[in-house]
């Protein structure tokens, strides 16, 4: 775990100490966006035209923000067109790396480079920040688009179409504002949620991080009782978003994040949503529970010194739900 100063790199861990033990997570840098014709997007700048075989992911299997990622290309039907470098789950001194001594970890497809900030640099030589996944690099301006999940979803979402892309939008223009609601609540109280519990050195900022996570579960309940996804009947980037928490929380942040208060089994309505986008055609292909076991039990030497993989909770997604038949 590291950082880029200036284009060196420095190995260390967050520094919580400047927030009273509370963890923030840093702002992406790289937020271009392919459009259909190459126009600016809504930040960054233009050039970056949507085109077949121009665009690569850099992605961890691990990581629930570049899982986001891989679900939308899947879902879109994009695997021919996007290819996809995916990391060692190992996250150590050197940050990601591009090891292939794990099963699934591909190298680096494009470079052979030895680690992720390596592509930072080539990037940006004088690049000041975190090194994180997933990055959507540009193979024609040997740049970095985007290495925001949030945005990349988007573009993945709509930019391809015209080059036949699966059509279904999971961005709907007249969902949008709803979207956005769900999205910034899951975000703050889940998503990030987790971390802000896991990562927390101090007993009141895993208090307050605990609590807001366990309130906003709570309100998801209740909201998928009413129906099948988050924004009403349909499959919208919403449910892609919290999905990649859920599928992670029992068998990771519950024991390692010290999210222990509840199993998302626990809870009917978000276990069967957790199962009905599981056994949805194209996403369990996306899931690796190996890559995602091991990066986090041994990544973290200042929560899980001994880096010991716990035994894991004995759960069978592909059990039946009633999601689709109660809400038909
Ligand atoms: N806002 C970013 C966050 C990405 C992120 O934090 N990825 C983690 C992996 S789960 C990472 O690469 N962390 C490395 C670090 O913070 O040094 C996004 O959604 O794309």
Excluded at 24 to 33: A, D, I, P
Excluded at 53 to 73: F, I, N, Q
Excluded at 137 to 158: H, P
Aim: hydrophobic fraction near 35%.
């Amino acid at each position: 775990m590291g950082k880029l100063v200036e284009g060196i790199w420095h190995d260390v861990w967050y520094d919580t100490e400047e927030n009273k033990g509370r963890f923030k997570r840093s702002e992406s840098q790289f937020r271009n966006w392919i459009t259909t014709d190459g126009a600016a997007g809504p930040t960054g700048k233009s050039g970056f035209a949507a085109e077949a075989g121009r665009y690569h992911l850099y992605v961890s299997l691990a990581c629930p923000w570049a899982h986001r990622t891989l679900m939308m290309r899947s879902l879109k039907g994009l695997e021919d067109m996007i290819s996809v470098s995916v990391v060692h789950p190992l996250m150590g001194e050197h940050g990601w790396t591009f090891n292939t001594d794990f099963e699934g970890a591909t190298g680096d497809a494009l470079y052979r480079l030895d680690y992720l900030y390596q592509l930072y640099l080539k990037a940006d030589a004088g690049y000041s920040g975190r090194v994180t996944v997933p990055v959507l690099w540009d193979k024609q301006q040997e740049t970095i688009v985007s290495n925001e999940s949030a945005d990349i979803i988007r573009m993945l979402g709509g930019a391809f179409d015209h080059l036949g892309a699966r059509a279904d939008d999971y961005y709907p223009s007249e969902l949008r504002l709803h979207i956005d609601d769900i999205n910034a609540e899951v975000y703050d109280t889940i998503n990030n949620g987790v971390y802000k519990a896991g990562f927390a050195t101090r007993q009141p900022a895993y208090d307050d991080a605990v609590s807001a996570l366990f309130t906003g579960l709570d309100r998801l309940e209740q909201r998928l009782d009413q129906q099948r996804y988050l924004v009403g009947n349909r499959l919208t980037e919403a449910d892609i978003r919290l999905w990649t928490t859920l599928v992670r929380f029992d068998a990771v942040y519950h024991t390692h994040f010290k999210c222990d208060h509840r199993k998302i089994s626990e809870y009917p309505n978000l276990y069967g949503f957790l199962r009905d986008l599981y056994q949805h055609a194209g996403i369990a292909d996306t899931l690796n529970m190996n890559h995602i076991r091991h990066h986090y039990f041994c990544s973290h030497p200042s929560i899980n010194p001994h880096g010991i993989i716990s035994i894991g909770p004995a759960q069978d997604w592909s059990a039946a739900h009633d999601r689709a038949s109660r809400f038909a």
